[in-house]
Nanobody
């Protein structure tokens, strides 16, 4: 069983930056493809960025391209999301997720393990 714990969320002004971290424990999470999702009130959970097992392949949603960067440190079993040039529309609860496969995963149902989420609020 894999446990995921996110940290790094908070309140930031538009144009600012935050770095989210997701620490994994249990199971063999360092071997899995992982991703960051977000969910704003009244909206569906959406993929923000994904990364494969090795970290050599990544995906970023169009709405964050050029602003957010996903990375991982398998030795530390930690996933990161560097968020720059934040906008008020980025306000949401951000979730870390781990799949049970090695390649990039794009859909909610492809992820087996989820963190509890961390709130990101961007003020205008």
């Amino acid at each position: 069983q894999v446990q995921l714990v996110e940290s790094g969320g908070g309140l930031v002004q538009a144009g600012g930056s935050l770095r989210l971290s997701c620490a994994a424990s249990g199971g063999t999470s360092s071997l899995y493809a992982m991703g960051w999702f977000r969910q704003a009130p009244g909206k569906e959970r959406e993929l923000v960025a994904a990364i494969n097992r090795s970290g050599g392949s990544t995906y970023s949603a169009d709405f964050v391209k050029g602003r957010f960067t996903i990375s991982r440190d398998n030795a530390k079993r930690t996933l990161y999301l560097q968020m720059n040039s934040l906008k008020p529309e980025d306000t949401a609860v951000y979730y870390c997720a781990a799949s049970t496969g090695y390649s990039l995963k794009y859909y909610v149902h492809e992820y087996a393990y989820w963190g509890q989420g961390t709130q990101v609020t961007v003020s205008s």
